[in-house]
Structures are given as C-alpha cells and as structure tokens.
C-alpha cells in the first residue's frame, strides 16, 4: 500500500473506531443512562440488573425488605446498584466494588477525583459537610436541585486511612463514591437505612 492511500485511510479508520467507542453514560440527578429515577422495577430488571447478594446492603432477610432494596450486576453498569422502593428507583450509588473508574458526573466528577477539584466544578451549588463514620477525614459533598426533590452526594476520604488523620485537610481528600436520586433515599446514610 502506498504511503499516500495510508495518509488518506489513516483518518477514515480512525473516525471509524471512534464512531465503535461508547462513552459511559453520566451520573445526573435524574438517572444515568437508561436507568431513570421513578423506573419501575420490570424496566430496571429488563436492563440486566437484578437482586444479587454482592450488593452494597444484602436485606433479603430484613422485613423491610419489600419496601427498600437494591438491585445490582448489570453488564453494562459494572460497580452500579439500584436502590428500589416501592417498586420504583429512587437512587443510584456508583463505586460500592470494582470497575467504576470510569464513570461519572454530568459535570465530569468521578471517584479518585480530589475535593478541591469538586469544588471548583460545582462551586457554591455544592454543600459540605463531614462525612457521618469518618469525621475530619472525609465529607460529604451535596447537591440539591432547585426545587429540593433530588440529591447528588460525592463521598470523600483521605487515600490513606491510619489513625494520623486527624485534622486532615481537603486537598488531601478523594471522591470515593457517589449517588444520585431522590433526595431523602440520597440522604440514607446505609442503603436503606
């Protein structure tokens, strides 16, 4: 093949396999991808997810299960889970195991990111405050639609837990999960609970 058919094909293969990769969807207040807060649980199930025991929170057992459960181990939303209530979504969590590296935020967040890089994405809209088990070494970062029906949290924590962490500081914090949905399931603090 001469080096001119090369030069000319060259940027043809390339828009080709451009075209064959698929960005993740993101993670929006509303849902992330094909899987929409208020799904029933048939059209979330139809999407590959389904109760599993690897969930974040395994309530087969608890009597509160029929109201409040997860469903999770899609394909195609590796290291996702579905909070169900009610037989509707009303929350998904991104980064409970492996493989979620790769997704993100509308606006680009994603786990590993630093809490000041969050910040300077989402400014005043976002509110801090200290994450419930970890106290100085983590946060919570909340954003709140206009209307106060749904929530994003960014879970962070220092990358390296020892018990030096006191008074840690944020550029030494990481996003380490994420979840998006309804506000008051956004706001459970374990799953269900």
């Given amino acids: 093949m001469s080096r001119a058919l090369t030069l000319c094909l060259a ?8 075209a064959n ?9 509303a849902g992330l991808g094909d899987v929409r807060i208020g799904m029933s ?7 590959g997810f389904r109760l599993t ?3 974040p929170w395994d309530k087969v057992g608890d009597p509160t299960f029929i109201s409040c459960h997860y469903l ?8 996702v889970a ?5 037989n509707q979504v009303v929350r998904i969590d991104i980064g409970f195991r492996s493989g979620v590296e790769n997704w993100q935020s509308l606006s680009g967040v994603k786990i590993g990111m630093a809490l000041a890089d969050v910040k300077s994405i989402y400014g005043d809209w976002l509110q801090i ?3 419930p088990y970890l106290d100085e070494a983590g946060s919570y970062l909340t954003l709140t639609s206009s209307d106060g029906r749904y929530a994003m949290i ?5 990358k390296n837990m020892t018990d030096e962490n006191e008074g840690a500081t944020e550029q030494s914090q990481y996003v380490t999960d994420f979840r998006a949905g309804m506000a008051e399931p956004v706001n459970y603090i374990e799953g269900c609970a």
């Fill in 11 to 18: 940027p043809l293969l390339l828009l080709f396999l451009g």
């Fill in 21 to 29: 990769v698929q960005e993740r969807p993101r993670l929006t207040l």
């Fill in 41 to 47: 649980s048939d059209q979330v199930k139809a999407l």
């Fill in 129 to 131: 405050r200290r994450h």
């Fill in 72 to 79: 999770d181990s899609a394909a195609r939303f590796p290291g």
């Fill in 154 to 158: 960014f879970a962070t924590s220092v």
């Fill in 82 to 86: 579905v909070m169900m209530s009610n």
């Fill in 53 to 55: 025991s690897t969930g």
